[in-house]
């Protein structure tokens, strides 16, 4: 699977979008990018994944690049309960073991009042 | 629909004792995953268990651990004479497609085991 890199910390204020970056230059075609966040002492939680084109749900958007070497999950609204840590994760298709999720240190997002 | 359920949410042992730690996966899904997170590091994959059967242990120890997932009942891990160093939270995983990596996986709250 391919490595993804995420900066160490960032911090949003309250009611603004967070905005999270991951690179993954390495990624392959067939490649998934998944995100999920850990809540402190919580298991993680999924939240979007995407392949080629942009993705929303009830909690995020997926902004993936034309080029798939990076990403940004975005928060459009933070609150203080998305204070988390968050994981970018890059997944196989199929074939070999694409279902081990490898988990790096992440993106710890505080929101601040 | 419940989601994944893990049971005892804290287990303390002491040096030699046997922990046993257990996963319901969500209804409908018959994959399961153990994950470990050591203080202050990443969850690590240990096993892949569909039922009846384990289709990946490599991220398992080889000694002192093994998993099992039944036709009935929950998964479980079962760690024997523990010690210190397996103080960590393990985290259960289920997913209701074949292991692909389009499948998502969804964790349980973990079982935080201290070892004292």
């Known amino acids: 699977d391919a490595k993804t890199t995420q900066p160490p910390s960032m911090d949003c204020a309250e009611g603004r979008a967070a905005n999270l970056p991951c690179n993954h230059s390495?990624?392959?075609?067939?490649?998934?990018v998944y995100w999920y966040r850990q809540i402190h002492s919580q298991g993680p939680q999924y939240i979007i994944h995407?392949?080629?084109n942009n993705e929303t749900n009830e909690m995020a958007s997926l902004i993936i690049t034309e080029d798939r070497k990076s990403s940004t999950l975005i928060l459009p609204h933070a609150t203080l309960r998305d204070t988390a840590v968050y994981y970018c994760?890059?997944?196989?298709?199929?074939?070999?073991?694409?279902?081990?999720?490898?988990f790096g240190k992440g993106t710890l997002l505080t929101v601040n009042p | 629909n419940a989601g994944v359920m893990q049971n005892p949410r804290h287990l303390v042992r002491r040096r030699g004792q046997e922990a046993r730690l257990r996963c319901s996966p969500m209804?409908?899904?018959?994959?399961v995953y153990w994950y470990r997170q050591l203080p202050e590091e990443g969850l690590k994959f240990m096993v892949y268990l569909q039922k009846e059967n384990i289709i990946d242990e490599s991220g398992m120890p080889k000694e002192r651990f093994s998993a099992e997932f039944p036709k009935e009942g929950p998964s479980i891990l079962r760690i024997q004479q523990v010690v210190r160093g397996d103080s960590a939270a393990y985290f259960c995983?289920?997913?209701?497609?074949?292991?692909?990596?389009?499948?998502?996986?969804?964790f349980g709250p973990g079982t935080r085991l201290t070892v004292l």
């Open positions: 995407g392949l080629k």
């Open positions: 994760i890059v997944r196989g298709n199929s074939g070999g073991s694409n279902y081990k999720l490898t």
């Open positions: 209804k409908g899904h018959s994959h």
């Open positions: 390495t990624i392959s075609g067939n490649e998934y």
């Open positions: 995983a289920s997913s209701p497609l074949a292991g692909s990596g389009t499948d998502t996986q969804y």
